[in-house]
């Protein structure tokens, strides 16, 4: 709704009114009908998660083992902008291109705040590739471009959204399509339990090992025998990275 306003796009054929404006289905039902497509053409982004709140004692109480943990930091891989020459042939090759040209990406909590923000251009990029479309299909064609607009920006917007009661992790996320990063190439669907003994589908995205910046050893962690043995792992695999110890205070009673 926002670029929408911005762009003072008609009623009529805005996106953010697709579902009130076809009540053959409810708006749940079509959400449902949007999600399952998306499943069934093997479009569910996956993602893994950063912060950029490295030392922070909720963070090591959620997510590093109590405090006897690790936290690895890597240097950020920036997003790109779609180019403003770049003229796509179908929604789904935008879609894929615009998800390969995302690196990682701040969560969004609450309303943009940056018109600068890749994400944001990247949505506007598509809005206005839309505005285009419509003025070449014929009317009966309409509906389904506007699905799979929606579909679209599902996609590439969705994992980038989270509850604002989270805000205090300041998440960073990187996405990825099973498609993998060129045409040609489809990432192996894996699935792991988790400790909760859910089934979790993955697929395994490599992380160049010089975006690894330094290690740093939990609050409540083995500082000795940790230090002698991540610097085993750097002589193994010849590794440049720091090793730093946390400075958070954490008593354990």
């Known amino acids: 709704k926002e670029i929408e306003n911005d762009k003072d796009v008609k009623n009529e054929i805005r996106l953010s009114s697709f579902y009130s404006r076809h009540p053959e289905k409810s ?11 998306i ?3 093997d479009e569910s982004p996956y ?24 936290c690895l930091a890597f240097a950020e891989y920036r997003s790109k902008v779609i180019g403003n020459n770049y003229n796509p042939r179908s929604v789904d090759d935008m879609v894929f291109d615009i998800y390969d040209s995302l690196g990682t990406h701040d969560v969004r909590y609450n309303e943009f705040d940056n018109n600068a923000n890749p994400l944001r251009k ?16 014929p009317l009966n064609e309409l509906q389904e471009l506007q699905f799979a607009m929606l579909r679209g920006l599902t996609i590439v917007h969705a994992p980038y959204i989270k509850t604002i009661y989270y805000s205090g992790e300041k998440e960073v996320r990187l996405a990825k399509s099973i498609k993998g990063d060129n045409k040609e ?12 003994g859910n089934i979790i589908p993955y697929i395994d995205v490599e992380i160049p090992q010089k975006q690894l910046d330094y290690v740093m050893i939990g609050p409540l962690a083995d ?22 110890e946390s400075e958070v205070q954490y008593r354990d009673y």
């Open 27 to 37: 708006e749940d039902e079509w959400l449902s009908v949007l999600r399952n497509d």
């Open 122 to 137: 990247n949505l506007e990029f598509m809005y206005d590739y839309y505005l285009m479309k419509i003025n070449t299909i």
């Open 223 to 244: 500082k000795e025998l940790s230090i002698k043995v991540i610097d085993m792992i750097k002589r193994k695999y010849k590794c440049k990275f720091d090793i730093r």
């Open 185 to 196: 190439k489809t990432y192996e669907l894996k699935f792991r339990c988790n400790t909760k």
């Open 39 to 41: 499943f069934h053409r």
């Open 47 to 70: 993602v893994i998660s950063f912060s950029r709140n490295g030392d922070s004692l909720p963070m090591w109480l959620n997510y590093g083992d109590n405090g006897k943990g690790i």
